[in-house]
């Protein structure tokens, strides 16, 4: 799964990673170290990149988690941060946007994770990225909601997959990455060439480091957030 992720905005790195050429200016003004979906307390919004009605790439902050269409209230009773990726054209609340092409790219610098360990109570986070520690990104979609009153929201969910041998041992899922030469072929192509691109991902070995649970509140946002566990004697 992916429920915490870290991105640190560089508008130099979005336009060279992401070829964006629309709404650079939209981009968020400060680390995000910590970004955890949206709850009845605080609003999440991430910044995405997307094909635009004129084909050029743009970036938006979007709502997170996702909220279907056809939803009658904001907040639902269960989880669309995610999507698994193999139901993720057959489940109620991604179908559409999926159907309608309506892909994204989430830029990230990294993801938490928590493995269970034998004999301890509290799970030991992950900080897991590239081995360069650049930015790069997940597969998403997004799509429109409106409320009562008619404001419309756009949101948008990360789809997950199964885990890479790498990262058996810490979870059963992880979220899908997209390697940088598919970007055009996820955001652009139909949703029967997409899924082709929904696996582990194999590109290149990912970084994978304890962190202190300093990361477990989301409200912590902090670049102690990243740091690696002192090495234990």
């Known amino acids: ?119 301890q109570k509290n799970k030991q986070p992950y900080h897991i990225c590239l081995t360069d520690k650049s930015l790069f990104a997940f597969g998403g979609l997004w799509d429109w909601w409106q409320d009562k009153d008619g404001n419309k929201v756009e949101s948008c969910t990360i789809i997950t997959t199964e885990p890479t041998e790498q990262l058996q041992h810490i979870h059963s899922r992880m979220p899908l990455i997209i390697d940088r030469s598919n970007y055009d072929r996820w955001l652009d192509d139909t949703g029967e060439k997409a899924t082709t691109l929904i696996r582990p991902y194999s590109e290149q070995p990912l970084a994978i480091y304890p962190i202190s649970t300093f990361v477990n509140n989301p409200m912590n946002n902090e670049p102690r957030c990243l740091a690696p566990l002192e090495a234990r004697v």
């Open 1 to 119: 799964m992916c429920g915490r992720y870290n991105v640190l905005p560089d508008a130099a790195a979005f336009v060279d990673v992401f070829d964006v050429t629309q709404g650079i200016d939209r981009l968020v003004d400060r680390p995000l170290y910590n970004i955890a979906p949206s709850n009845q307390r605080i609003e999440t919004e991430i910044p995405i990149v997307r094909t635009s009605k004129e084909g050029e790439r743009e970036l938006l902050m979007s709502r997170w988690p996702l909220i279907p269409f056809w939803s009658k209230e904001r907040f639902l009773r269960f989880s669309t941060a995610n999507a698994k990726g193999e139901t993720v054209s057959e489940k109620p609340a991604f179908r559409e946007p999926w159907r309608r092409g309506r892909r994204c790219l989430v830029p990230t610098n990294g993801y938490y994770e928590w493995q269970s360990v034998p004999g």
